[in-house]
């Protein structure tokens, strides 16, 4: 009972948390908006309140931060939930949402989208649909393979990402210096500063219906944890549970990666930062999970707008915030 107190007292942090950065990030910006302002504003959408703000306030809130500050939420939590999943159906602490390729494939439809100017919508489309066909790759390819699925996947993930990834050096090579080559260069870093209403539309649902059926498979991914044999012995179909977190975790990535570039470390370090607050159980992990990558964005993003007078890449800002503490979990688990 004690145990369990503690457990949904922590709970309650991580929820407050993500409340007050997901609120807190309204306030924030070039144009700041006071917290009772930003009330008035966001009630007088469902309240008859009479308006003494001015109508700049509602076209920055509604237009600019509201699309930014819920694709952040919604791809930082995205890409807790699918590290988090993959680091439980390969057994493996140091697997992250890009390991079947995905990011890979999504980076090299984006530079390939602006290497042809086919338009920003056309660039988002084209980076998801290339992430699905990366993994789409590799599960077929890791088919073939006969004496470790599991390993068959991480491997042919590994080759997969590798030529794709070349492909984008290769684009980077041959592209204009002058437009192409900067904007592929910058996407790559991963930002949210372009997001717009569009973008949360396009991808905020897909990365939406990618985390639901993870959250629902919990439990089996606590058995396969444990293996494929104890995964039988429970009755559950761990081909089928393995192969539809697959999918789940690459419509999230995919969808995440074709808005905001790639942004790392999210789905390697948060699940592991879960863990430490609510423990192991993915019952109660993988929701803690979601909710830290949403505040860690959020965070982070927050970060990238006020540092300097020109945003800061988020891949820049999450390294350096990610690389450090996993090295400091590296070297607890070693002095354990």
Known sequence: MAYANHIRARYIVVIVLFFICFFGSFLLGKYPIDPVTLAKVLLSRVLDIPQDWPNQTETVL??????????????????????????????????????????????????????????????SVSAFVFGLLAVSIVFLISQKVKFNITLGLILTGIMVGSVFSAGVSYLKLVADPTNALPAITYWLMGSLASIRIEDALFAGPVILAGILPIMLWRWQINVLTMGDDEARTLGVNAKAVRAGIIVCATLITAAAVSVSGLIGWVGLVIPHFARMVVGDDYRVMLPAAVLLGSSFMLIVDNFARMLTTSEVPLGILTAFVGAPFFLYLILKEEGE
């Open 62 to 123: 509604f237009h600019v931060r509201m699309p930014r500050v819920a694709m952040g939420a919604i791809i930082g939590g995205g890409l807790a939930c699918a590290g988090a999943a993959y680091q439980g159906i390969f057994q493996n602490a140091m697997v992250s949402p890009d390991l079947l390729g995905a990011s890979n494939g999504a980076a090299f439809g984006a530079a390939l989208g602006l290497f042809l100017s086919v338009g920003y919508r056309g660039v």
